[in-house]
C-alpha cells in the first residue's frame, strides 16, 4: 500500500543551525501539507502546496521556513536558524483532491538543543 | 472559519466493550469531509474514516463506525470490541471551503485507553 515517507524520523540540531526535513508523499497526489505538533499539543498546519506553489500557510508559517519541491517525488521543509520552540513532531501529509482525506507520514520529530 | 470540538480530554473503556469519542464542528460551508485519525504513542498519524457531508450513510470501515448527525453538526466515532491496542489519541478534522481555504483542521484529540 502506498504511504507517505518522511525523514528522517528524529533529528537533533543545535539552536541557530538550519534544518531540512525530508517528505516523499504518494505519487499521484497532488496536494501536499507540513504540520507540526508540539509534545502533548493539538496538530497545528503549517503550509500547503500545490501545481509547484504554495497554496496557503498558517501564521506559524514565517520567514523562517520554506519549502520546495526539488524534484518530482521530494517535498522538502526547511527551517532556518532553529529556535527552542521550533522542537516538535513534524507531519507531513498528501492527498490526491483538496475534497480527500490527507495521509500522513510517520513524522520526523525535531528537537532543538 | 472552521472548528472542531473533542471534549473528552481522555476515555477509559474495558477491552472488548464499545466506546464512543464525541466531536463537534461548526462550519458555514455547504459540503465538506470529516476525518478521524489515531495517533498512538509511536507518533505517527493513521486515517481511520472518513464521512462526506453529503454522504446519506454512516462511514463504517471494520470496527470504526461514525455516527454522523448533520443537523447537530457533530461526527463521533464509534469503535466497536475495544483491543489493548487501540489506546491512543484519536484526532477529529474536517476540510470543506471556508473563506476559500481547504485545509484539514483538527481538534484537540481524545485519549483513549483502553483496559484489560
Known amino acids: 500500500e502506498p504511504e507517505v515517507t518522511q525523514t528522517p524520523s528524529h533529528q537533533v540540531t543545535q539552536m541557530g543551525q538550519e534544518v531540512i526535513l525530508r517528505c516523499v508523499p504518494i505519487s499521484n497526489h497532488l496536494y501536499f501539507y507540513w504540520y507540526r505538533q508540539i509534545l502533548g499539543q493539538k496538530v497545528e498546519f503549517l503550509v500547503s502546496f500545490y501545481n509547484n506553489e504554495i497554496s496557503e500557510k498558517s501564521e506559524i508559517f514565517d520567514d523562517q521556513f520554506s519549502v520546495e519541491r526539488p524534484d518530482g517525488s521530494n517535498f522538502t521543509l526547511k527551517i532556518r536558524s532553529t529556535k527552542l520552540e521550533d522542537s516538535a513532531m513534524y507531519f507531513c501529509?498528501?492527498?490526491?483532491?483538496?475534497?480527500?482525506?490527507?495521509?500522513f507520514g510517520q513524522g520526523t520529530r525535531l528537537t532543538v538543543v | 472559519a472552521q472548528k472542531i470540538t473533542q471534549t473528552q480530554p481522555g476515555m477509559f473503556v474495558q477491552e472488548k466493550e464499545a466506546v464512543t469519542l464525541d466531536c463537534t464542528y461548526d462550519?458555514?460551508?455547504?459540503?465538506?469531509?470529516l476525518f478521524w485519525y489515531k495517533q498512538p504513542s509511536s507518533g505517527e498519524m493513521i486515517f481511520l474514516i472518513y464521512?462526506?457531508?453529503?454522504?446519506?450513510q454512516n462511514a463504517t470501515e471494520g470496527r470504526y463506525s461514525l455516527n454522523f448527525q448533520k443537523a447537530r453538526k457533530s461526527a463521533n466515532l464509534v469503535i466497536s470490541a475495544s483491543q489493548l491496542g487501540d489506546s491512543a489519541m484519536y484526532f477529529c478534522?474536517?476540510?470543506?471551503?471556508?473563506?476559500?481555504?481547504?485545509?484539514?483542521?483538527f481538534g484537540r484529540g481524545t485519549s483513549l485507553i483502553v483496559h484489560p
Open positions: 501529509a498528501s492527498s490526491p483532491t483538496y475534497e480527500n482525506e490527507a495521509f
Open positions: 464521512q462526506g457531508s453529503y454522504d446519506e
Open positions: 478534522a474536517m476540510r470543506g471551503v471556508s473563506g476559500g481555504s481547504y485545509i484539514p483542521t
Open positions: 462550519t458555514s460551508d455547504q459540503s465538506y469531509g
